[in-house]
DNA sequence: ATGGCAAGCTAAGCTTGA
């Protein structure tokens, strides 16, 4: 364990787009927010076409970028204030780590892992997001015998329950609320996670993503997609976990974790 | 039931997202 006992702020802002979101201000936010650790999905972007510099001057000195082959897709970044003992970019499976989904960040009591599972909202990318899926709970059950403190935060693009969704009915024929990708959240859960604002706020109807169209936002027509998930060893070190809905920099809002390392 | 909006590709319209 750390000699100093601290706490550790984690964000996770799916930000649909690095370079739009600091258009509209996401640098200026995070100073403000100043976690110790962000997790990044859909950056959109190769680190070449930006100034990762803004990032190291509000005290990010560690910055991983992780884009997608396919330029202007998908992507995860993993930036923090603390350097980590080690970085690891993807799973080691082509298929999966040509889209850049998943960046892991090891410090000395805890991993951390930003995540940005497969849409299926196309209909050819269901199949794939459910393989996807698959392979990712195959390749989490290995890695939790060796990072058995591991944070997964990210945009797993499911909702679990019925309270994590504005139309329940209307949309259990949506990909991101289908029964199948509904059973393996659950079942990622059993196999040894926490959904750590759910366990915090046991009642709390918030979503991390609207739509842009139809007003969605305003309306609060919304999804929950986006998680911190714990080991269980993680769990007596959790202080807070809250959805931060008043950030505005993309589709999707940020949330936070804050665990006491 | 349907369509609606945005980002980023590349250079007017297409792909993807959920």
Redesign the pocket.
């Known amino acids: 364990m750390s000699k100093i006992f601290n706490d550790m702020k984690i964000i996770s802002y799916?930000?649909?787009?690095?370079?739009?979101?600091m258009?509209?201000g996401i640098v200026d936010w995070l100073a403000q927010a100043a976690p110790d650790v962000v997790c990044l999905?859909?950056?959109?972007?190769?680190p070449e076409?930006f100034d990762e510099n803004v990032f190291k001057e509000i005290g990010y000195k560690y910055c991983y970028w992780y884009p997608a082959e396919?330029?202007?897709?998908?992507g995860v970044a993993l930036l923090s204030k603390i350097k980590p003992n080690n970085v690891t970019y993807g799973t080691g499976i082509p298929y999966m780590d040509e889209?850049g989904r998943n960046i892991r960040a090891d410090f000395d009591d805890v991993s951390v892992m930003s995540l940005?599972?497969?849409?299926?909202?196309?209909d050819?990318?269901l199949d794939f997001k459910l393989t996807y899926m698959d392979d990712f709970q195959e390749y989490i059950n290995n890695l939790k015998k060796e990072f058995p403190n591991l944070v997964i935060s990210g945009?797993y693009?499911?909702?679990h329950q019925a309270i994590d969704i504005h139309d329940p009915v209307?949309l259990k024929?949506?990909?991101?609320?289908l029964p199948v990708e509904r059973d393996w959240l659950s079942k990622f859960l059993e196999s040894g996670f926490i959904d750590t604002f759910r366990l915090l706020n046991p009642e709390d109807v918030q979503y991390s993503?609207w739509?842009?169209?139809?007003?969605?936002r305003a309306r609060n027509k919304g999804?929950r997609?986006d998680y911190h998930m714990i080991t269980k060893p993680l769990e007596e070190k959790i202080k807070r976990a809250v959805i931060l809905s008043e950030a505005v920099h993309?589709?999707?809002c940020p949330v936070l974790l804050e665990l006491a390392i």
């Open positions: 799916n930000v649909n787009g690095i370079r739009a979101a258009r509209k999905q859909e950056i959109k972007a190769n076409q396919k330029k202007g897709y998908s889209e940005y599972l497969p849409s299926g909202t196309s050819h990318r945009d693009n499911i909702c209307r024929r949506v990909s991101g609320f993503w739509s842009y169209r139809a007003n969605s999804w997609l993309s589709d999707h």
